[in-house]
């Protein structure tokens, strides 16, 4: 593992943050590690922050067959090798349904806590076959452009901006296939609907994404007494939009017990 800054870069994985309390961090369909630097910034100072780079993303080798098994088992793995005995799972927008369905399967170390950030759908996300065709035009900055601009409510500052872009650009094209034609449509709902595991959604009611609406239909129906907390005025890219106010909430969900 090398060391970059005040981050520890692997192939796999970046940490930030030396605290008692273990986050794990699961980036969404068109991020990497790195489009969690802003939250974890605001979290360090009390929690190890660990940013995962799924196959695929963040320029990492892909998977010669990528699944929904697949990427959570890559996620365990990455936890029994950090040898994690206590910890919160993190996931964002896909990361979301990832996690659920890593958590499902673990045979290690369940994690204490999982906090969905406005995820996808464990059942199938609808998105209109004209925007799954225009997105499947990849890699193509014009089209990533359009991407970020309609996932965003908030002005995003220009080196976010910028990331969100070049994030898309760098993901491995069969991999970025396989979640637009078959991931986001892999039903998890019924393998995950009997976890009891603490989990806490957090969600913008503005998200041009994953609509409000979903999340009351698609994600809540199949988890056990989550807990929701709904935001306003953000979009799909809310650890990026407002990290500050995404790391307050957090703060408050890994205060409410000792881990």
Same mark, same amino acid.
């Given at each position: 593992?090398?060391?970059?800054?005040?981050?520890?870069?692997?192939?796999? $994985?970046?940490?930030?943050?030396?605290?008692?309390?273990? @986050?794990?961090?699961?980036? $969404? %369909?068109?991020?990497?590690?790195?489009?969690?630097?802003? !939250?974890?910034?605001?979290? #360090?100072?009390?929690?190890?922050?660990?940013?995962?780079?799924?196959?695929? %993303?963040?320029?990492?080798?892909?998977?010669? =067959?990528?699944?929904? $098994?697949?990427?959570?088992?890559?996620?365990?793995?990455?936890?029994?090798?950090?040898?994690?005995?206590?910890?919160?799972?993190?996931?964002?927008?896909?990361?979301?349904?990832?996690?659920?369905?890593?958590?499902?399967?673990?045979?290690?170390?369940?994690?204490?806590?999982?906090?969905?950030?406005? +995820?996808?759908?464990?059942?199938?996300?609808?998105?209109?076959?004209?925007?799954?065709?225009?997105?499947?035009?990849? +890699?193509?900055?014009?089209?990533?452009?359009?991407?970020?601009?309609?996932?965003?409510?908030?002005? !995003?500052?220009?080196?976010? %901006?910028?990331?969100?872009?070049?994030?898309?650009?760098?993901?491995?094209?069969?991999?970025?296939?396989?979640?637009?034609?078959?991931?986001? #449509?892999?039903?998890?709902?019924?393998?995950?609907?009997?976890?009891?595991?603490?989990?806490?959604?957090?969600?913008?009611?503005?998200?041009?994404?994953?609509?409000?609406?979903?999340?009351?239909?698609?994600?809540?129906? $199949? @988890?056990?007494?989550?807990?929701?907390?709904?935001?306003?005025?953000?979009? =799909?890219?809310?650890?990026?939009?407002?990290?500050?106010?995404?790391?307050?909430?957090?703060?408050?969900?890994?205060?409410?017990?000792?881990?």
């Amino acid at each position: 593992m090398k060391i970059k800054g005040e981050v520890q870069v692997d192939h796999d $994985y970046e940490i930030m943050g030396s605290g008692k309390k273990t @986050l794990v961090f699961i980036h $969404y %369909f068109g991020g990497d590690a790195g489009s969690w630097h802003w !939250l974890a910034r605001r979290l #360090q100072t009390n929690h190890r922050c660990i940013l995962l780079n799924l196959p695929g %993303f963040g320029s990492t080798r892909p998977m010669s =067959h990528p699944s929904i $098994y697949e990427f959570s088992k890559f996620i365990n793995a990455c936890i029994d090798e950090l040898g994690l005995t206590e910890y919160i799972l993190c996931g964002h927008s896909m990361g979301g349904k990832l996690a659920l369905y890593a958590a499902k399967i673990m045979e290690g170390v369940k994690p204490k806590k999982i906090i969905l950030i406005a +995820p996808s759908p464990p059942t199938v996300e609808n998105m209109a076959a004209e925007e799954r065709d225009r997105m499947l035009k990849h +890699p193509n900055a014009e089209e990533a452009l359009k991407t970020v601009k309609g996932a965003i409510k908030k002005k !995003l500052g220009k080196k976010k %901006f910028t990331y969100a872009i070049e994030s898309q650009l760098r993901i491995d094209e069969n991999t970025w296939d396989w979640w637009l034609n078959e991931g986001m #449509q892999n039903n998890i709902a019924e393998r995950i609907k009997d976890m009891d595991i603490s989990t806490h959604i957090i969600f913008s009611k503005n998200d041009p994404v994953i609509a409000q609406e979903a999340i009351y239909s698609e994600v809540l129906p $199949y @988890l056990k007494n989550p807990s929701v907390i709904t935001l306003g005025k953000i979009g =799909h890219l809310i650890p990026m939009e407002a990290p500050r106010k995404l790391a307050r909430q957090i703060k408050r969900i890994t205060k409410q017990d000792v881990l």
